[in-house]
């Protein structure tokens, strides 16, 4: 089967560091993207990781284990404006996006 | 320049009504889709269409009819409205990476257009 799990919600401090995971179950795999939405808005592109390792993009970094099907997103020196879903989604080689449930994460001061 | 535009932005309407949304994009891309968003915030693909033609059509109910006139265009025509249609329906497009595998997914998303049926 194919299936994407992300924690539902996530609490942090402005000015710290946040990690949200996402592991998903699959027989097929091609890389894991990310994207942000923030509430009555549209899903954002933040990153795709196609090889394991990091991808480092400004206070957003993405991280991809294949091995331990296994990936998640790094969020530094947060900022209120951060407050928002995030969303994994992963191509299973069928040519489409599936997403993850989401995690809403929500900044406090 | 709005790159995926798709109107109506709000559509509120009776059980049984047809209704259609329109969906836009001046990317140049080549694969459109639509995804729905229900009200737990999940997206589920519908449909993608690349270069007009039909790809992907996920077990949606015969009364979602996708059409692509050109490239550029994917409207969504919805018959006799259901109540768990209410969602929000999101259109998007990406850039075909030719042969070979994806460097990238990267799908360009319109702001969305919610539709509650009452």
């Known amino acids: 089967g194919q299936s994407l799990e992300q924690p539902s919600e996530v609490t942090a401090v402005e000015g710290a560091i946040v990690q949200i995971n996402c592991t998903y179950q699959t027989s097929g795999f091609y890389g894991l993207s990310w994207y942000q939405q923030h509430d009555g808005g549209a899903p954002t592109f933040l990153s795709y990781?196609?090889?394991?390792g990091l991808e480092e993009t400004g206070r957003f970094s993405s991280f991809l284990s294949r091995s331990d099907s296994y990936g998640y997103l790094l969020l530094q020196e947060l900022q209120m404006k951060d407050s928002a879903s995030y969303f994994c989604?992963?191509?299973?080689?069928?040519?489409?996006?599936?997403f993850g449930t989401g995690t809403r994460l929500t900044i406090i001061p | 320049d709005t790159a995926v535009s798709q109107t109506p932005k709000y559509l509120v309407t009776q059980m049984g009504n047809d209704k259609s949304i329109k969906c836009e994009q001046n990317l140049g891309h080549d694969t459109m889709y639509w995804y729905k968003q229900d009200s737990k915030k999940f997206l589920k693909i519908m449909f993608s269409?690349?270069?007009?033609?039909?790809?992907i059509n996920e077990t949606v109910p015969n009364r979602f009819s996708p059409k692509s006139p050109d490239k550029a265009h994917l409207n969504l025509h919805i018959n006799s409205l259901e109540l768990g249609d209410s969602a929000v329906y999101f259109c998007?497009?990406?850039?075909?990476?030719?042969?070979?595998?994806?460097?990238?997914?990267?799908?360009?998303f319109g702001e969305g257009s919610r539709l509650t049926v009452l």
């Open positions: 990781n196609a090889l394991d």
């Open positions: 998007a497009s990406s850039q075909e990476s030719g042969s070979g595998r994806r460097v990238s997914w990267e799908l360009f």
């Open positions: 989604a992963v191509d299973f080689g069928n040519e489409k996006l599936t």
């Open positions: 269409y690349n270069n007009k033609e039909l790809i």
